[in-house]
């Protein structure tokens, strides 16, 4: 009687966080690509430091500048990060 709703709100959190996690790991690829990583391989040392800047700058660009588009933001924190040194000049870019 008292179990169906426990059931049901457990499978619903557990849904949740299925949906989290893939949220994650989709802005996650969208990030490598933007700049020119491997979508789906583990990054080195130098690369993970490169790809936590980046996450950084974009999101400190979120929260200051709300009304950018998420393609002019990126753009802005590849450039951020290019002039800080953090990224190399040119990213490796793969033909799509």
Known sequence: MLTW???????????LIIVF???VTVRRAEMRKVLGLPVDSKLGEAEEKMFQAFKDTDMRLAKTMPTLSKTQRRVMAQ??????????????RKDR
């Open 21 to 23: 996690a893939l949220v």
């Open 5 to 15: 709703p426990i059931v049901g709100g457990i499978a619903g959190l557990v849904l």
């Open 79 to 92: 450039e951020v990060s290019r002039r800080k040194g953090r990224l190399p000049e040119q990213a490796k």
